[in-house]
């Protein structure tokens, strides 16, 4: 006959591989005593299937400065069927550039379908955000109960580290205005990181500047710039006359750094700085003529305008206006040689009148001019009159051509000399020369 019984395996027996049955049969025959079979017996093997699994995952996923910590967690499952011993995590791969984190788990043994959470930390470094990830590999392990190799799992989790390379740049000028050529600016600038990654290659140009001499030569310190870091920059430029003439200038700034990845970041100046030149804008005019006497009508006077730009600006459309002419005959046209003058500069205008007979009548020409030039970005301006006046009259004995009678009528200009009885020539020296005097009348 055959005879049937049911067991029920525990971990215990799977954990230990081997199940051992040894069977006795005993009967009675009738009237006699008790016998025993031979002993039989069976042995079971579990199928033994020791296994790991491990998930790994970081809080936050994603950091985007120095100094940020990130929080790890590792879960630990015996997926197997055998009850693991010495359950422990370690970090075979880890991209960061700070100290390692360190893994700490529960202690104890592992039954099939428990798990255990391990944990570390970890503190992010500028070096990481510039890398732009902390990758990070874990391996589990376990020795099973009852022998054999120790069974693994692995887990890997990336931290991204958002990179946003970002500059700022302000300029200013000391002085913010000037007065003159020759004056010293100087420019500073100062160039702020406030990204969250390290620039290298940081520079800044001038991509504008209106000044018409030598363009300033930027210079700033080398070396690396970390987030929230400031350099400043310097440079100095010498106002020309041209400056001070044009009312302005205009200087314009590029800050320029070049990220770990990705092409150059850039910033402006938050604003342009202008040096508004305090400027004056006045001239003078000095009027003279030659002769300053003429007897007789016909005669030329050459008159001079000396027109002098005495104020910082450069002045335009230069003019010189008769505002007061006594004279009868064709009003003196004026000349000059250029129509505009520096601050400083100088120069000489020219006019020519003929007097005429109702001039000579009169006894005088008097003459008086202004001169006016307009600055850049201003109104004109008009300088003090001046005056020159020619006196005229005929020489003595003369009336409106006419003779007086009884006197004696004498055709050159200036008064009569008396015959020298000793018979000299006129000439004041007596050799018969006479001395050569300046132009007085016509």
């Given amino acids: 006959m055959t005879c049937t019984a049911t067991y029920t395996v525990t971990q215990a027996d799977v954990d230990a591989g081997r199940i051992e049955n040894t069977a006795v049969a005993t009967g009675t025959p009738p009237g006699g005593a008790t016998v025993d079979s031979n002993e039989s017996t069976a042995v079971f093997t579990p199928r033994r299937n020791p296994a790991l699994s491990l998930s790994k995952s970081a809080s936050p996923s994603a950091v985007t400065a120095d100094g940020q910590g990130v929080h790890y967690t590792l879960v630990v499952t015996n997926t197997g069927n055998v009850t693991l011993n010495a359950v422990d995590v370690e970090e075979t791969v880890f991209t960061g550039t700070g100290q390692n984190p360190r893994i700490t788990c529960p202690?104890?043994?592992?039954?099939?379908?428990?798990?255990?959470?391990?944990?570390?930390?970890?503190?992010?470094?500028?070096?990481?955000?510039?890398?732009?990830?902390?990758?990070?590999?874990?391996?589990?392990?376990?020795?099973?109960?009852?022998?054999?190799?120790?069974?693994?799992?692995?887990?890997?989790?990336?931290?991204?580290?958002?990179?946003?390379?970002?500059?700022?740049?302000?300029?200013?000028?000391?002085?913010?205005?000037?007065?003159?050529?020759?004056?010293?600016?100087?420019?500073?600038?100062?160039?702020t990181n406030t990204g969250n990654t390290t620039l290298t290659d940081v520079t800044v140009?001038?991509?504008?500047?209106?000044?018409?001499?030598?363009?300033?030569?930027?210079?700033?310190?080398?070396?690396?710039?970390?987030?929230?870091?400031?350099?400043?920059?310097?440079?100095?430029y010498t106002v020309t006359q041209a400056d001070v003439g044009a009312g302005a200038l205009t200087n314009a700034a590029l800050a320029t750094g070049t990220p770990p990845t990705g092409p150059p970041v850039?910033?402006?100046?938050?604003?342009?700085?202008?040096?508004?030149?305090?400027?004056?804008?006045?001239?003078?005019?000095?009027?003279?003529?030659?002769?300053?006497?003429?007897?007789?009508?016909?005669?030329?006077?050459?008159?001079?305008?000396?027109?002098?730009?005495?104020?910082?600006?450069?002045?335009?459309?230069?003019?010189?206006?008769?505002?007061?002419?006594?004279?009868?005959?064709?009003?003196?046209?004026?000349?000059?040689?250029?129509?505009?003058?520096?601050?400083?500069?100088?120069m000489t205008c020219t006019a020519t009148y003929t007097v005429t007979g109702e001039d000579i009548r009169k006894g005088s020409v008097r003459n008086t001019v202004t001169a006016s030039g307009t600055p850049s970005g201003g109104p004109p301006v008009t300088s003090l009159p001046s005056s020159a006046e020619v006196t005229t009259s005929r020489g003595h004995g003369h009336h409106d051509g006419h003779r007086e009678p009884g006197r004696p009528h004498h055709d050159h200009d200036g008064p009569h000399k008396p015959h020298d009885p000793h018979g000299r020539p006129d000439g004041p020296h007596g050799d018969g020369h006479h001395e050569k005097r300046p132009r007085q009348a016509a």
Avoid: H, M, W
């Avoid at 930390?121 to 890398?131: C, G, K, L």
């Avoid at 390379?165 to 010293?184: C, E």
């Avoid at 002419?325 to 046209?333: D, E, L, Y």
């Fill in 107 to 191: 202690e104890g043994s592992l039954l099939p379908g428990q798990s255990k959470t391990c944990t570390a930390d970890y503190t992010v470094t500028q070096a990481d955000v510039n890398a732009g990830a902390v990758a990070n590999t874990a391996v589990a392990s376990g020795t099973p109960t009852g022998g054999g190799p120790a069974v693994t799992a692995t887990a890997s989790d990336t931290v991204t580290a958002g990179q946003d390379p970002v500059l700022a740049l302000v300029k200013t000028a000391t002085p913010a205005v000037v007065t003159g050529a020759g004056q010293r600016v100087d420019y500073r600038f100062t160039v």
């Fill in 205 to 236: 140009t001038e991509p504008v500047f209106t000044g018409t001499g030598p363009a300033p030569l930027v210079a700033c310190p080398e070396g690396p710039l970390a987030p929230g870091q400031s350099r400043t920059c310097t440079a100095a």
């Fill in 266 to 346: 850039t910033a402006t100046a938050d604003q342009t700085v202008i040096a508004t030149f305090s400027q004056t804008a006045s001239l003078t005019v000095v009027k003279t003529a030659d002769p300053t006497r003429v007897r007789k009508p016909g005669a030329e006077v050459e008159y001079s305008f000396v027109v002098t730009n005495t104020g910082s600006a450069v002045l335009q459309d230069i003019t010189v206006d008769e505002v007061r002419f006594t004279g009868s005959g064709t009003r003196p046209a004026v000349s000059c040689p250029r129509t505009s003058l520096a601050a400083g500069d100088r």
